[in-house]
């Protein structure tokens, strides 16, 4: 089982930036680069939700909420991936969650809060 740990959230007002890293381990590399990749996001009171995605061949898609604002990447060599946030919005408060694995393995990450507010 993959173990991922989150970093990177935090308070920002509304238009500000943050980027949230997502370490794994207990994965050799090869089968790190092998998996899809993906942030989901949790809002008090509401549904994890998918917020962006990466397949192993590297396929992007975005929810339409944050398409133009929000990038996912990843750092093969250090077992990692990113979502870097722009512009944020009140919206986009809650708690934001990798995900990494493939149709027979999935693993989570331990989670980051984002609130954004002035």
């Known amino acids: 089982q993959v173990q991922l740990v989150e970093s990177g959230g935090g308070l920002v007002q509304p238009g500000g930036s943050l980027r949230l890293s997502c370490a794994a381990s207990?994965?050799?590399?090869?089968?790190?680069?092998?998996?899809?990749k993906a942030w989901y996001r949790q809002a008090p009171g509401k549904q994890r939700e998918l917020v962006a995605s990466m397949t192993s061949d590297g396929d992007i898609n975005y929810d339409d909420s944050v398409k133009g604002r929000f990038t996912i990447s990843k750092a093969n060599l250090r077992k990692a991936v990113y979502l870097q946030m722009n512009i944020l919005k009140p919206a986009d408060t809650a708690v934001y969650y990798c995900n990494v694995g493939t149709h027979d393995t999935n693993s989570w990450g331990t989670g980051a809060q984002v609130i954004v507010s002035s």
């Open positions: 207990r994965s050799i590399l090869s089968t790190f680069i092998s998996f899809n």
